[in-house]
């Protein structure tokens, strides 16, 4: 089989699986706040032009609430699910030139369990982690003006990687295409003209919400005060668990204000207890990496089982890569780990979840996928397994 074949036959299998889990899951706005406060937002916005939100970015609720019917929405999340099995592909031939780990790379996104369930759920992560992995492929093969369009559509959808984007820009103009300091100035400048006129108009939506310029949204102070508070024992960030804000919607009705109280309460908490600050930090590190979840409805034994089968070895492949290959491929994946780094960081300092581990997750199936190719490789049994699929030899 070739390999456009090939690819092309994994997609639709992954898409098959994204069609039965909306078939057989019911609506699960219901367990989720976030995806019925998306829905909501978007419906109203659709509605009445008006955008009543303080807590998320404009891009996801848009799409979210685009009818007052799951489906349309719902439609939207699979392709954008979907399509990120080819992304992978093609992002895994950007970075290692050999197809065969490509396409492992795309049937392990397309049956994974967790991008399956997540393309379902009415969250952001489907079209977050499509833009991101549009910008990194976009950076990867030098077309820089597409990478910052979907870089910054991906920030629109959540603020994830707001501060890395412009450097990934300077790396991948200096480092992986080699270009001159003037060209790579260039490049910077690019980006920085499309981040402001994609921005722009959320930018005149909040100034004429808050009566000032806000540049992303008004989660940060509420984020970091909620994973830096005396009531925060775990790590996370549920509300009434972990944290309570009740006090500061009395005392500061401006958001803007408020956001600012919170941040600071969080940081007056940090300044005083440091030490619980460094403890609190290694359980959310902890919490961000586990290999199950630590949410008690999806810490039964089932769901216990299916990461363990499913993402542990994800995990272990990935630590196997980097053990032998990191160094020597380490130029081509600094991308990817600068990623990883940052958001591991971002977690430990204000509420960690597994769901925002996800996002990392398709650039840990290459990773993986590259091992478990060059491992196979070693062994005769491993060439004939892959060669059985085609796949002994099948380089870019």
């Not at 959808?157 to 707001?162: K, L, M, S, V």
């Not at 403890?279 to 959310?284: C, N, P, V």
Request: hydrophobic share 55%.
């Amino acid at each position: 089989m070739s390999s456009r074949k090939a690819i092309l036959s994994i997609i639709l299998l992954g898409l098959a699986l994204r069609i039965a889990a909306a078939l057989v899951m019911p609506d699960q706005s219901a367990q989720w706040d976030d995806a019925r406060a998306y829905r909501l937002i978007g419906q109203e916005f659709w509605s009445s032009g008006k955008f009543d939100s303080t807590l998320y970015m404009p891009l996801y609720p848009l799409i979210a609430g685009i009818s007052s019917s799951r489906w349309p929405s719902l439609l939207i999340d699979i392709g954008l699910s979907s399509a990120l099995i080819w992304l992978c592909y093609e992002l895994a031939l950007a970075i290692f030139a050999d197809t065969a780990i490509g396409l492992l790379s795309a049937l392990g996104v397309a049956i994974y369990p967790q991008f399956v369930a997540f393309a379902v759920l009415g969250l952001t992560e489907p079209l977050f982690m499509a833009l991101f992995a549009t910008a990194l492929l976009c950076w990867y093969r030098g077309f820089f003006v597409l990478a910052a369009i979907a870089a910054t559509l991906s920030i629109l959808t959540r603020p994830a990687i707001d501060l890395l984007a412009p450097i990934l820009v300077v790396y991948f103009a200096l480092v992986i295409h080699r270009l001159p300091a003037m060209a790579t100035a260039k490049q910077v400048a690019i980006y920085a003209v499309v981040y402001c006129a994609l921005m722009t108009p959320w930018w005149i939506h909040n100034y004429d919400a808050y009566g000032r310029f806000v540049r992303l949204d008004l989660a940060g102070g509420e984020n970091f005060y909620a994973g830096n508070n005396p009531m925060n024992a775990t790590g996370g960030g549920i509300r009434g668990v972990d944290f309570d804000t009740k006090r500061f919607v009395l005392a500061y009705p401006n958001p803007v204000a408020r956001d600012s109280a919170l941040f600071g309460a969080g940081l007056d908490y940090v300044e005083q207890n440091p030490t619980a600050f460094l403890e609190r930090g290694w359980t959310k590190f902890i919490r961000f990496w586990r290999l199950w979840p630590h949410f008690e409805q999806y810490a039964r034994p089932a769901y216990v089982a299916i990461y363990l089968v499913t993402y542990a070895p994800i995990f272990a492949l990935t630590l196997v890569y980097l053990a032998l290959w990191g160094i020597r491929d380490f130029w081509r994946i600094a991308p990817l780990l600068a990623f990883t780094g940052y958001l591991t960081l971002v977690n430990v300092v204000f509420v960690a979840s597994m769901r925002y581990r996800l996002v990392l997750e398709p650039f840990m199936m290459i990773l993986a996928a590259t091992a478990a190719i060059r491992l196979a490789r070693r062994w005769p049994a491993g060439e004939t397994l892959l060669r059985r699929f085609g796949l002994n030899s099948a380089r870019a």
